[in-house]
């Protein structure tokens, strides 16, 4: 059997180093997946060569970490407590589970030998981080419920735009919280340095998915805009109706209660400071902002989740000055 093979899927498209690889070597890695720039040029949105440099930034920056060779720390009885009572692990095993088998499917039928392969890849690494996690649980005796079986989608366009758009409003808050997370020292310096490219790759991950959606958009026959367009509308009523919650009401009740909308207010979990909305938002547009720093200015952000994160922080601004206006007056 391959041993770069998880969960079924294709090996990388980059070799996996062997297991005892040289600190340096795995530090060079690290480096190579926060930065990227394409050759000089222009790079207009939908272009073919706005598509080469995605795909490229996505082979170039892949970072080739191995689950299995993860020291897990010992942690102290507390920290164990606090990691073990997240939660988060069942519906993170899954989600991982559920974007795997979502991306593989839609990189089997997009049609774009490119973009397949950047889809596929994704899928990969979406495979990975379920085994970093499952490895994770193990290590700390975590038990979770029976998964699921994933059922592919027959849909997959839609299937890839519901996943993408979920990693794009997770990773924006999860950006923030894994930052609470590092200041609190609520768990070991050595626990945390072991997800960091697990977040960047997820940082990676919405990068290719927003540059995709651009291009995709510009590179549908006039005719089929509208009905796109409707369907990304309608992506956004889905993951806003899962979110509040309309879906785990749903769904049986578990002994083991999860949380879908951890990543939006999972801060008190990870952190022993008491942080306002507005703070914690600010957190994740300051590490959204820096965790994208090191990629090609040329290529797309996502925006709608840092936008709204904005309008938030304004807002909230405004109300507090009239409030204190009102005080003083
Ligand atoms: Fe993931
Ligand atoms: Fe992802």
Not at 51 to 65: E, G, Q
Request: hydrophobic share 45%; charged share 25%.
């Amino acid at each position: 059997m391959n041993e770069n093979a998880i969960e079924g899927t294709a090996a990388p498209p980059v070799a996996v180093p062997p297991a005892s690889v040289a600190p340096a070597i795995v530090a060079a890695a690290d480096h190579a997946a926060r930065h990227w720039h394409g050759p000089a040029g222009k790079l207009p949105l939908g272009s073919d060569a706005h598509k080469a440099a995605v795909c490229a930034m996505f082979r170039d920056t892949f970072n080739p970490y191995k689950p299995s060779v993860i020291d897990w720390p010992k942690l102290t009885p507390d920290a164990r407590a606090r990691l073990v009572s997240l939660p988060i692990w069942d519906i993170a095993v899954q989600t991982e589970g559920k974007a795997r088998l979502r991306m593989a499917s839609y990189a089997e039928t997009c049609g774009d030998a490119e973009w397949c392969a950047a889809i596929g890849q994704n899928a990969w690494e979406e495979g990975r981080h379920k085994e970093v996690l499952s490895n994770l649980v193990t290590a700390y005796g975590i038990e979770l419920v029976p998964e699921p079986e994933y059922i592919k989608p027959r849909d997959t366009e839609w299937a890839y735009l519901v996943t993408g758009y979920s990693e794009c409003i997770d990773s924006f808050f999860a950006f923030g919280l894994f930052e609470m997370a590092k200041r609190s020292g609520f768990f070991p310096a050595e626990l945390v340095d072991t997800f960091e490219p697990v977040i960047q790759e997820e940082g990676r991950h919405i990068l290719l998915f927003a540059n995709w959606l651009a291009w995709h958009r510009r590179n549908l026959p006039l005719w089929r805009r509208p009905w796109f367009e409707l369907r990304v509308l309608a992506v956004w009523v889905f993951l806003a109706w899962e979110r509040i919650g309309l879906a785990r009401g749903m769904e049986a009740e578990t002994e083991k209660p999860q949380d879908n909308n951890f990543t939006l207010n999972g801060s008190k979990a990870v952190s022993d400071t008491d942080l306002s909305p507005v703070e914690l938002m600010k957190v994740c547009l300051e590490e959204n902002d820096r965790r994208f720093a090191g990629y090609d200015e040329r290529l797309l952000r996502p925006t709608t989740t840092p936008s709204l994160a904005r309008v938030f922080v304004r807002l909230s601004g405004m109300v507090e000055r009239l409030r204190g206006s009102v005080r003083r007056g």
